[in-house]
């Protein structure tokens, strides 16, 4: 059976000499691993190798589910993400590698998630269309920490971030001090926090922005890596281990 569909390449590796194996975050299919069979050759019928965040109509034989796809046919889209740019700026394809690499890791083999599809479509071209200067880095920092905590709530992980899990009062600015406990899955308030003993504490303006990721877009550095050190650690738990690409995010 041959299934239509938009996808965008979240992860290729060599094969053979001359194929890969090319996962795709499909629209309607989701995360889809296939063989894209000679696409290394020179007459690639994929127009050449397929690089990560390639975008476009991609045909594939599914045979079964438990075996790879056979990637069928595959019609790139120009425009949709400008890989000058992000050959140009180093955080800014960090930052688009680190989204691949949390879906990859966190959304199943075709399990659809069409609302986080576009918005790694979106996060990937307004990162790599944005004029990019170091005072953008906050904007995809800020835009990045939206795009997890939309793949959080879409696989229906998102830690509570409005109220102390614990006792449950709703998170305010008077609190005097504000922690999150990636073992209890959300913001613990100073009463509860000696229950939990792998809390951290976060500035009040990162749990804020943690609350309504609408202030995401007017919050200073120290508070956006502030949160995404909390969703890095929160993130780790969920996977096990820490994601790849994490060190080159909070380091920058
Ligand atoms: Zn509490």
Same mark, same amino acid.
């Given at each position: 059976?041959?299934?239509?569909d ?17 996962t ?7 995360k ?7 696409a ?8 050449g ?9 991609i045909?594939?034989s599914?045979?079964?589910?438990d075996?790879l ?5 595959f019609?790139?889209?120009a425009?949709? !993400?400008?890989y000058? $740019? @992000?050959?140009?700026d /180093? ?12 879906? =990859? ?7 659809p998630?069409p ?9 990937i ?14 904007k ?5 920490? !939206?795009?997890?905590? $939309? @793949?959080?709530?879409? /696989? ?12 449950? =009062?709703?998170?305010d ?17 100073r ?12 500035t ?11 202030? @995401? ?25 820490p ?10």
């Amino acid at each position: 059976m041959l299934t239509n569909d938009h996808g965008i390449c979240i992860r290729a590796v060599d094969y053979s000499e001359t194929s890969q194996v090319v996962t795709f975050f499909a629209r309607q299919t989701g995360k889809v691993p296939v063989i894209a069979k000679g696409a290394k050759k020179q007459k690639s019928s994929f127009g050449g190798p397929i690089e990560i965040f390639s975008y476009g109509d991609i045909v594939f034989s599914d045979s079964g589910r438990d075996k790879l796809a056979t990637l069928a046919e595959f019609e790139p889209l120009a425009g949709m !993400v400008n890989y000058p $740019v @992000l050959s140009a700026d /180093i955080f800014a394809l960090n930052a688009c590698l680190f989204a691949a690499e949390l879906v =990859n890791a966190l959304v199943n083999d075709y399990d659809p998630h069409p609302g986080l599809f576009d918005s790694l479509l979106q996060f990937i071209h307004d990162t790599s269309h944005d004029r990019s200067s170091n005072d953008e880095h906050g904007k995809i920092l800020a835009n990045l920490i !939206v795009f997890q905590l $939309v @793949l959080l709530t879409e /696989i229906g992980l998102c830690p509570v971030l409005d109220y102390c899990v614990n006792c449950r =009062n709703r998170l305010d600015v008077r609190w005097p001090e504000v922690y999150f406990s990636s073992h209890a899955k959300g913001l613990i308030c100073r009463d509860c926090q000696g229950a939990f003993p792998d809390k951290i504490r976060l500035t009040t303006e990162a749990a804020q922005c943690l609350a309504d990721a609408k202030l @995401l877009a007017l919050a200073g550095e120290p508070a956006l890596k502030n949160v995404e050190d909390i969703l890095i650690r929160y993130i780790t738990d969920v996977l096990g281990r820490p994601p790849k690409m994490a060190q080159y995010i909070l380091n920058s």
